[in-house]
């Protein structure tokens, strides 16, 4: 059974600063992986899905990588933004099966 | 890009009383849609899957019964919870993917429900 934690599971940064969310998953046969964001009360925004032969995924300040091997995904957010606070999950699809979700971590950048 | 409509965004209902939740994909098929219910500060819970023109699939613990779920097209999924109890106050969201190789999950914007 596929199994998904994510460190930490909150961060409080400065404006400005770059950092790493952290995404590890218990069985590597996936079939992609997908970050999300949620702001509170919200639904499920998709920043970057990764497939299982693809190393990274980058879309403007985001840089997403994947090694499948030792079971871990990281989210890079470069010039963090007062914007950027909100919940993060990453939720992990392997084949024939349905997406297990992280538990997410809580980043607030503080302005 | 995919576009998920969930309706109604926020509920509030008497005890006993059932409410249905419309979970619509407005621009791709989805062929599956997925429910899920999420308790304050805590990730997402599956709590079905359902495909077009077939039962949903309930995860373990999950009363089908009280949960009803119904997919009779390729765009829309409705989740009713039937004689609600406070207990079952949470947010509940749907995410719908299509058949195309990416399988992108998208969300809809969740629905509060507030039983009273």
């Known amino acids: 059974k596929q199994e998904v934690t994510q460190i930490p599971a909150a961060l409080s940064v400065p404006e400005g600063e770059n950092l790493v969310l952290n995404c590890s998953f218990t069985?590597?046969?996936?079939?992609?992986l997908q970050w999300f964001r949620q702001d509170p009360g919200k639904g499920l925004t998709s920043l970057l899905l990764i497939q299982s032969s693809q190393r990274e995924q980058t879309s403007g300040r985001l840089n997403a990588s994947l090694d499948k091997s030792s079971g871990r995904s990281t989210l890079y957010i470069a010039a963090s933004q007062p914007g950027d606070s909100a919940t993060y999950l990453c939720a992990v699809r392997n084949y024939g099966q349905n997406f297990v979700f992280g538990p997410g971590t809580r980043l607030s950048v503080l302005p | 890009g995919a576009v998920v409509s969930q309706h109604p965004s926020r509920v509030i209902c008497k005890s006993g009383t059932s409410v249905k939740i419309e979970c619509r994909s407005l621009d791709f098929q989805a062929t599956t849609m997925f429910w899920y219910r999420q308790f304050p500060k805590k990730s997402l819970m599956l709590m079905a899957t359902s495909n077009e023109g077939s039962k949903a699939t309930y995860e373990q613990g999950v009363e089908k019964d009280k949960f009803l779920i119904n997919h009779a097209s390729l765009t829309l999924s409705t989740l009713t919870v039937t004689s609600a109890h406070p207990e079952d106050s949470s947010f509940y969201i749907c995410?719908?993917?299509?058949?195309?190789?990416?399988?992108?999950?998208?969300f809809g914007a969740g629905s509060r429900l507030t039983v009273l």
């Open positions: 069985d590597s046969a996936i079939y992609n």
């Open positions: 995410s719908a993917t299509d058949s195309a190789g990416a399988n992108v999950l998208t």
